[in-house]
Each structure stands twice: as C-alpha cells, then as structure tokens.
C-alpha cells in the first residue's frame, strides 16, 4: 500500500471520514483535527509494513496510530507552551474547510463530554474504555490498538466499567 498510490487512496478514502470522527472526539479546534488527520495517514505511510490483517480491522490498528498521533501532539504542545504562549506555524483553513471541521466538532461534542467523565481513570482502563464504548472497536480489536493481550484488555475494561458503572454510555458498545 505504501508505494502503491492507488491502493494508498483507496485507503485513506476508505478510512478518513472514521479517523476524523475519531480526532474530533478529543480535540476541539479545526486546525489540529485536520493536522492530526494528514499526521495520522503520514505515519501510515511509514508504517503499513507493521500491519498484521492476522491480529485485528484496519480500523483498529488505524485507531492504533492516531492515538499515538494525538499523544505525540499533547507532548509537542506541551513543550511548546512551555516555550512560548502562543503557537505558530499553523497553516491556514479554507473557510469550508473550517466550517466543516466546526460541524464535525459539534457533532462530537456528547462524545467529548463522555471523554471527560473518565479522565480519573488510570490511563490504561481509559484509553480501553473509550476504545470499547465509544469507538465500538471489540474488546480484540481494542488490545490490537493498545498492543496489550486480549486477556488484559478484559481486566481494564471491566476495572473501567466498574469504576464508572453510574454513567450510561459506559456498557454502551459492549462486545
């Protein structure tokens, strides 16, 4: 896929509309989702040798990298603001573009309150939580994801869910 252009566009249509949903769920500002998502398909360039069809969906391993996308960011944001106050270097938005991404971030919205109800979780049951209830990966395709074993992927899904058993969307997406 990696040298294959077709095969490449084939992909990233495929996936982009789910890697966006997925971005907007966590970051709220237009210009970082659409970043994030030519920094996420970027990295799948680079990595589509380390696919394995044998261990889980494209999806989930594509859920996979833009978690990793989106923690290399925090850590670049954070050494930057302490840096410097302000950000730079943005590239500008098409207004559509921008409106677009708005609409997308909107819609998003119930999902990124949901989020921050389980920020207090260990960052491992969290991050299985939210591939699980709110990405409706399986809990196979979730340790993919994480890299973790099946049989831990269980242990931090039931920890989280017992943790936050008063909030609905937690047994939401249950598999």
């Known amino acids: 896929m990696a040298t294959d252009p077709v095969a490449f566009e ?7 509309d789910a890697v966006t949903r997925f971005l907007a769920r966590r970051v709220d500002d237009p210009h970082t989702v659409a970043d994030l998502v030519a920094e996420v398909f970027i990295a799948v360039l680079d990595s589509a040798h380390t696919y394995r069809a044998d261990l ?8 996979g990298v833009a978690r990793n996308t ?11 603001h302490r840096l410097s ?32 109800a389980v920020e207090e979780l260990p960052e491992g049951e969290r991050a299985m939580l939210e591939l699980v209830a709110i990405d409706q990966l399986t ?5 993919q994801a994480l890299g973790i074993r099946q049989g831990a992927a269980k242990v931090r899904l039931h920890r989280a869910r017992r943790t936050l058993r008063h909030l609905s969307f937690v047994m939401d997406g249950a598999r």
Do not use: C, K, P
């Open 10 to 16: 084939a992909f990233y249509r495929r996936h982009v």
């Open 56 to 63: 889980g969906s494209e999806i989930a391993w594509l859920y």
């Open 70 to 80: 989106i923690s290399a960011e925090r850590r670049r944001v954070y050494r930057e």
């Open 85 to 116: 106050d302000r950000l730079n270097g943005r590239r500008q938005l098409a207004a559509d573009d921008v409106a677009r991404l708005e609409e997308r971030i909107d819609a998003e919205r119930d999902a990124r309150h949901a989020l921050a």
């Open 139 to 143: 809990v196979t395709e979730a340790a």
